[in-house]
């Protein structure tokens, strides 16, 4: 089931660490919103007392769409109307929520690698994994850095609730229309539960492989080289959760996390012809350099208490690391000629990011004011980063260290029996980076005068002129610890003047920080202190809302618009070198939303539909107005959602239909607008004694269809030129036992 809990898009600062064990787990346990608790809100309250925008994807509507479509980023951009189409790559680059980029979590852990966003934060579990996903949407400081766009938190799945031994298994094939082998994949996933009185555990692993994909003719979709690609892979998974309740209120949990996915690299690109309307293809052949791959290792611990001196305590403790490799070529950024004078050298990134962090709170109703609920607490968080060329060793971003120490309070107050709602917090951010004295890559530039003396270190005649003024050399920049601190607050007020109507209005503030490695491994210039580099400063970005929703009998309803702005902020602009660089611009984004959901009086009917119309507007050029739209690697086409879903015993069925609608943008060119295209996928369903067996097909029209990304983004580029997929069809089999 897909829940929609739409309330306003509040950033409530609170610390619950998301120990989703003593969750409800199924939105069919919980059939109204005060039931409902939402791990990512970092509260025990319900949702129904929090002003904020939620959907969840329940274990059933995940479980769909990943079938259909692979992955819990496909699978939450497929509902969610204001999420961004996918690019259907392994990059998330561009990928937005609302126009803005959301962070992902695992159990409230932060995925991303903010100091050089390498876009991978989207595969580092394996959905077999995941119990649900909790999409909370804005600008908000919940996780710390990072929410601009909202927060996609997935909680991991539990132990079993009774003594003894519980295991689900699942077998799954994937073939594109025609059913190549080539185009064929699998998927085989195992987790076994136990529980025996206070101790209990889940341990499984997964391996997936992928075949290449297929667009609407039949034709190999084109791999990306670089960035790196989800057809043509495998990816490796183990998973492991170990609880023991301490006491009746009491419980300590470990979970550990392991993820990998990497390119076979059995294909190489063949170039499509834009101007002909030919997307890019791809035919066997061999790579160069290592394949593009992702790995995500994540640990965790958490101590909570529901009953500790009549409230709720939790303190969680994690460490995780990624390395991201992309994929390579004979760039002109990567060239030296001390090692190739040819001017062909081959080379290829890799990100290398780890993080230490912490988050500590305690939350209690107000003695003898019982309808006051106030939270306080404090997180912790430390990264360290680095991007280097894994066939030479050369460092191109330099190791940076994140280090951000949060304290934070919040209050909820329930007034006239609940008809109207107040809550409001502060978190206080103090943020530091610390960057060492480095080089950057050797590039073209003018010899600089080292001695001080007025003149080019190659004047040796000392007539002015440099002997060699254009120089392969590098760049030396001065490191240094620039900061920041700012108090980030929120606010916001539901009114519920009958059972099942709802207004609400909020204010919230979120950040996040520019690509930092983007920012200092393009540093071109002679005598820069990265303490007085303009570009390290911070998003803040604020997120305002009001909408009206409708809850009861057969229809739930909602409507919101929000409007959200940032002075200073971060959009990824395209080089000559085809390499994005960060420019800081202000930025203003708005928004439609509206959603209707219809439980007909055929039973097991229900009917949906959601709309979301997004603008977004840039000062791109010297007039400072803030009238240039921004462009498809910054905002989201606007989306129509159909669905019918049906259940009847054993049977379970859903029809769904993505209306992705054209987009102009106000630029010199024609070639960036977006012409729109619209996909229909199915899924059926049976349980039996031995398992449920179930079909599902992407695409069920088999539509040719040019990637919203490909369409506007690179569009002098027929090597970025990528169809989306053909009809696919996934047959499965779930056991539990």
């Known amino acids: 089931m897909f829940v929609r809990v739409s309330l306003p898009a509040l950033a409530v600062a609170l610390a619950w660490p998301t120990v989703a064990a003593a969750q409800p787990t199924n939105t069919d346990d919980a059939e109204t919103d005060a039931e409902i608790i939402v791990s990512a809100a970092r509260t025990r309250l319900p949702a129904s007392a929090l002003p904020l925008t939620i959907d969840i994807v329940d274990a059933e509507a995940l479980q769909q769409q990943v079938q259909i479509s692979g992955s819990t980023v496909d699978a939450v951009s497929a509902l969610l109307p204001s999420f961004s189409p996918t690019r259907e790559k392994l990059s998330g680059s561009g990928e937005s929520l609302r126009g803005r980029s959301p962070l992902y979590a695992i159990n409230g852990i932060p995925q991303s690698t903010p100091i050089r966003d390498g876009s991978r934060d989207g595969y580092t579990i394996d959905p077999f994994f995941i119990d649900r996903v909790e999409v909370i949407y804005g600008s908000n400081a919940l996780q710390g850095i990072g929410g601009t766009g909202g927060v996609v938190n997935q909680v991991t799945v539990g132990a079993p609730k009774e003594d003894g031994v519980a295991t689900r298994t699942l077998l799954q094939a994937t073939a594109a229309d025609g059913f190549d ?145 992309f994929g390579g070529g004979a760039f002109a950024t990567f060239q030296d000629p001390a090692i190739d004078p040819n001017g062909q050298l081959f080379d290829q990134s ?29 997180d912790a968080l430390f990264d360290r980063t680095e991007q280097y060329l894994v066939q030479t060793g050369r460092t191109w971003v330099p190791q940076t260290d994140f280090r951000s120490l949060a304290p934070f309070a919040q209050a909820n107050l329930a007034l006239f029996d609940g008809v109207v709602r107040l809550a409001g917090g502060l978190r206080y951010e103090d943020v530091r980076l610390k960057v060492g004295d480095f080089e950057t890559l050797s590039h073209y530039g003018r010899n600089p005068d080292h001695d001080g003396d007025g003149r080019n270190d190659e004047d040796d005649n000392g007539d002015g002129i440099p002997d060699n003024l254009d120089t392969y050399r590098p760049v030396f920049v001065s490191g240094g610890s620039p900061s920041f601190n700012d108090v980030l607050w929120n606010g916001g007020v539901i009114v519920e003047p009958i059972e099942g109507l709802r207004a609400y209005g909020s204010y919230a503030e979120g950040y996040t920080i520019a690509d930092v490695g983007r920012i200092l491994r393009g540093i071109s210039e002679e005598n820069v202190d990265v303490d007085n580099y303009l570009a390290l400063e911070p998003v803040i970005s604020n997120n305002r809302e009001i909408g009206l929703e409708w809850k009861r009998g057969p229809i739930d309803a909602g409507i919101s618009y929000f409007w959200s702005s940032s002075d200073l902020g971060s959009l990824l602009v395209l080089g000559e070198d085809g390499i994005f660089s960060v420019s800081r611009q202000p930025i203003r984004i708005e928004g439609l939303e509206a959603n209707l959901s219809w439980r007909t009086p055929l039973p097991g009917l229900t009917l949906s539909a959601a709309y979301s119309d997004i603008q977004g507007q840039t000062a791109g050029d010297e007039d400072g107005l803030i009238d240039d739209d921004l462009d498809g690697a910054n905002i989201s086409p ?19 239909s993505r209306f992705y609608l054209s987009r102009s943008f106000n630029d010199a060119s024609t070639e960036t607008d977006f012409e729109g295209y619209t996909l229909l996928d199915a899924y059926l369903a049976y349980q039996t004694g031995v398992g449920e067996f179930a079909l599902a097909v992407q695409n069920l029209t088999d539509a040719f269809y040019v990637t919203y990304d490909s369409d506007t983004v690179r569009t002098n580029d027929d090597s970025r030129f990528f169809a989306g997929r053909g009809r696919t069809f996934t047959l499965s089999w779930r056991g539990a036992f």
């Open 638 to 656: 606007d989306r129509l959602n159909l669905a019918a879903d049906y259940r009847n015993g054993p049977f379970s069925a859903r029809l769904q």
């Open 181 to 325: 082998g080539a185009a064929m994949g699998g998927k085989l996933g195992t987790l076994a539960g136990y529980r025996s009185g206070a101790f209990d555990a889940a341990v499984g692993a997964t391996f997936e492989r992928r075949g290449a994909y297929r667009d609407g003719h039949g034709n190999n979709i084109g791999v990306d080289g670089t960035q790196g690609e989800v057809q043509d892979s495998d990816s490796w998974s183990v998973f492991g959760r170990f609880g023991y309740q301490l006491s009746p209120s009491a419980r300590l949990e470990l979970i550990a996390n392991r993820f990998e996915l990497e390119g076979n690299g059995h294909y190489v690109l063949v170039p499509g012809d834009r101007d002909r309307g030919i997307p890019a293809s791809s035919e066997r052949g061999t790579i160069e350099g290592d394949p593009p791959s992702n790995r995500a290792e994540l640990l965790s611990a958490a101590l909570t208490d529901d009953d500790l001196g009549g409230g709720t305590f939790a303190l969680q403790g994690f460490f995780s690391r990624t390395r991201d490799v």
């Open 350 to 378: 890799a990100n290398l990011s780890r993080k230490v962090g912490g988050k500590i709170s305690y939350e209690r109703a107000v003695p003898g004011v019982e309808d006051l609920t106030v939270t306080a607490g404090f």
